[in-house]
């Protein structure tokens, strides 16, 4: 009879050695995959092409497609204008009036200061 407890009392023993390897064991586990997930989550975040870096870059997607539409009406505009002046005479005239001071022949200009330069 003496020998059944001792049987008892080791494998409740072992038992109890077996569940603190399997905490020490999960414990290790777990520690390693949050310090993993921990750092990705950074890396993902602050990384050199993390998501900070993206929306910087979109940003930055969005104003220089701004300035590109903005710079191809200014291409269109200024297209037109080059046509006009070498195909349309009143354009033409209106132009060398307005941008030279220019006239016709026996034709007077007067020149009137503004009231806000005095």
């Known amino acids: ?3 059944m407890p001792r049987k008892k009392f080791r494998t409740v023993n072992l038992r109890q050695q077996v569940n603190a390897e399997r905490k020490r064991n ?4 777990f520690t390693f995959t949050g310090v993993a997930l921990l750092y990705l ?6 990384g050199e092409n993390g998501l900070m870096k993206y ?3 979109q940003k930055t997607q969005q104003k ?14 200024l297209k037109k204008q080059v046509d006009a ?3 349309d005479p009143f354009y033409i005239e209106k132009s060398a009036r ?6 016709k022949k026996n034709e007077l200009i007067f020149q009137f200061e ?4 005095k």
């Open 41 to 46: 989550g950074i890396t993902l975040l602050t």
């Open 26 to 29: 999960n414990l290790i586990f």
């Open 55 to 57: 929306l910087e870059l």
């Open 64 to 77: 220089l497609t701004a300035e590109i539409v903005t710079l191809d009406q200014q291409n269109k505009q």
């Open 98 to 103: 307005e941008e030279f001071g220019l006239a």
């Open 1 to 3: 009879m003496k020998g």
């Open 85 to 87: 002046l070498k195909n």
């Open 114 to 117: 503004d009231a806000r330069k």
